[in-house]
């Protein structure tokens, strides 16, 4: 099979064709862009286009090319450019611009990674066609200028159409694009919320089916103790079920009633009914106020305070502050911590670090990530604090103004 010298086919290919880095600085040209541009490679090759052909005074189609290149890097598509004028300094008369018309093609050459390494710009000078409209009514007595212009701006008008279409189709493609990522995670996430869920409601169903196998099989079997573990799985199951409907509903966005809620008291009348084992520092500014669901925001509070009561050595830390419009909520352990690679982690539903399990074995595994969905459908968050020693998580939620 006879071998292709590729450099030479593109250097003897008849359209003007040049290679861009990234960058957009020129890699290479061939023989026609050099006859097209009237420049030889020498000046072009390493040097950025912009900087080689900056666009004259009135500035036209530097903003359309310097778009069209930039949509084929960031989209890895072909670019088709209509008619438009780009004028180009004559050579060696700094300041001395040529009126110039082009059509132009800009396509993207993908790297072994399949992103684009380079870009494929390919112009057409169409310079002497709009001359020969001009020369043409010039010529003829009953083609006035003033139709020699109205065919000018038709043509124009036409291109600038095309190039509008283009853009339309462009920002459906991009929606198109967006929703179609969207959807895919949207996928994945019911995928593993389906596989997590799974997992999750084994273990007491096997629990529940095995005691209910023993209590038909085994004649011995003290009914009254296998009917109690059976409704501790069953119990289980139900409060797995519930957390995920809960979290369902708030990752839905799912409405729900406020009202201003006092968020200090609900703070110290959580403390009361917590009875935390541990002792515990409390300084709660009075009197700040959010707008929410007190029974939700309860919950979040229940939850942060009896997760830093079970993983605490010995001190619970509650503080209550507003800082500009924004209302805090800390509290913080002396625990053993959560290390900064699993901060985020803790936040996913079922996801549970093996101190965790050994000290609470019951637990579902989506109290933290209830409680930040929670935090968010009041216009808030829940985090971490980066801070040594313990675990200090931050209730952050918007104060209701005065």
């Not at 072994?112 to 043409?136: F, H, K, M, W």
Request: charged share 25%; glycine share 6%.
């Amino acid at each position: 099979m006879t071998s292709v010298d590729y450099a030479a086919a593109f250097d003897a290919v008849p359209a003007a064709c040049a290679v861009l880095s990234s960058d957009l600085v020129y890699l290479g040209v061939n023989r026609a862009y050099e006859r097209v541009l009237e420049r030889p490679r020498g000046q072009l090759l390493g040097h950025q286009i912009f900087e080689v052909f900056p666009g004259g005074p009135s500035g036209q189609g530097v903003q359309e090319l310097r778009a069209s290149l930039e949509r084929v890097l960031a989209e890895g598509d072909v670019d088709v450019m209509a008619l438009v004028r780009y004028d180009v300094q004559v050579a060696g008369e700094p300041g001395n611009y040529e009126e110039r018309y082009w059509a132009a093609v800009n396509a993207p050459m993908l790297g072994p990674d399949g992103r684009v390494a380079c870009v494929i710009n390919r112009v057409e000078e169409v310079t002497a066609y709009i001359q020969q409209l001009r020369s043409a009514g010039a010529a003829e007595e009953w083609s006035p200028a003033d139709q020699v212009e109205a065919a000018e701006a038709e043509l124009f008008l036409r291109a600038q159409e095309l190039q509008e279409a283009n853009r339309r189709l462009r920002r459906a493609r991009r929606r198109e694009r967006q929703a179609t990522a969207a959807a895919r995670a949207a996928l994945r996430r019911q995928q593993q919320v389906v596989a997590d869920t799974s997992h999750d409601l084994r273990r007491p169903l096997t629990g529940l089916q095995t005691r209910l196998q023993v209590a038909l099989t085994d004649p011995q079997a003290d009914s009254r103790q296998v009917l109690h573990a059976a409704l501790q799985d069953a119990e289980r199951l139900g409060d797995i079920v519930s957390d995920l409907l809960e979290l369902a509903r708030l990752e839905g966005n799912a409405p729900f009633p406020t009202e201003p809620v006092d968020l200090s008291a609900l703070v110290a009348a959580e403390l009361a009914r917590s009875d935390l084992a541990c002792a515990t520092t409390v300084d709660i500014t009075a009197g700040i106020v959010v707008e929410g669901s007190a029974v939700r925001l309860a919950r979040v509070l229940s939850n942060l305070l009896s997760n830093a009561d079970r993983h605490a050595t010995s001190l619970v830390q509650v503080k209550v502050f507003q800082r500009d419009e924004q209302a805090f909520v800390e509290v913080a352990d002396d625990g053993p911590g959560i290390p900064a690679n699993e901060r985020e982690a803790v936040f996913q539903r079922f996801y549970r670090r093996a101190d965790a399990r050994s000290s609470d074995p019951e637990g579902t595994g989506l109290g933290l990530p209830i409680a930040r969905q929670i935090a968010r459908a009041h216009h808030g968050d829940l985090d971490i604090a980066d801070r040594p020693g313990g675990t200090c998580m931050i209730l952050r939620l918007p104060c209701t103004p005065p």
